[in-house]
């Protein structure tokens, strides 16, 4: 999988993984990851075609 930076709202930090989740959610595309530094997830808004890259 490739790398994906997310932002963690919580801790306030980004960070990159290349373990996450793509979820689909009345038609928008997520990529979901746990978080680093808790036990929350944090979620990214991906485009149609930025999912559809990721799946792969």
Do not use: N
């Not at 373990?19 to 808790?38: H, M």
């Amino acid at each position: 999988m490739k790398e994906v930076e997310f932002f963690d709202v919580k801790a306030k930090t980004k960070f990159k993984t290349t373990k996450y989740d793509i979820r689909e959610k009345s038609g928008r595309f997520f990529a979901v990851a746990k978080s680093p530094t808790g036990k929350h997830e944090c979620w990214k808004i991906l485009s149609a075609k930025q999912a559809a890259e990721l799946k792969k």
